[in-house]
């Protein structure tokens, strides 16, 4: 965390014990903060003021198409009831996982040409949600 005019931050969460590179993350209105990492294959959700974090999507280090499954996982976003929507880069698909579920529900399938990379849902209507592709450099 960096409070403004601060010269240096405060951890709030250390993952390289574990080596989960963080790729994306995002909060909830409890504190929560839920972390993608690069080549972890989900999404991790950590409590304020701890290091210890639990796996809410995906399979920590296995990657798959199952709807139990994410590959490569990168944007994360939230909505008001707390639905986790991760944008699933080699999948190639958006997913969406209510919480305390154990598998997630695919809400967008891209062309097997698009990688998606962040995810935005709308502020103005709950059936829009943006996302950003990397292989095409464009937001959709």
Known sequence: MWYQGAISGVTVVDTSVDGFHIE??????????YISG?????????PPNSNI????????GISSAALDS????L??????DLNLYIADRYN????????????????????????LYGILLSLYSPD???VSSEDRDSVY
């Open 53 to 60: 974090g639990t796996t809410v999507a995906g399979q920590l």
């Open 92 to 115: 190639q698909r958006v997913m969406k996982w209510a919480p305390n579920a154990t598998v997630g529900t695919k809400v967008i399938a891209a062309a097997s040409t698009v990688r």
């Open 75 to 80: 944007g994360v976003t939230l909505d008001d």
């Open 24 to 33: 994306a993350f995002t909060l909830d209105k409890n504190g929560f903060i």
């Open 128 to 130: 829009e949600v943006y």
């Open 38 to 46: 690069h080549q972890n294959h989900a999404v991790v959700r950590y």
């Open 70 to 73: 994410l590959n490569d996982p």
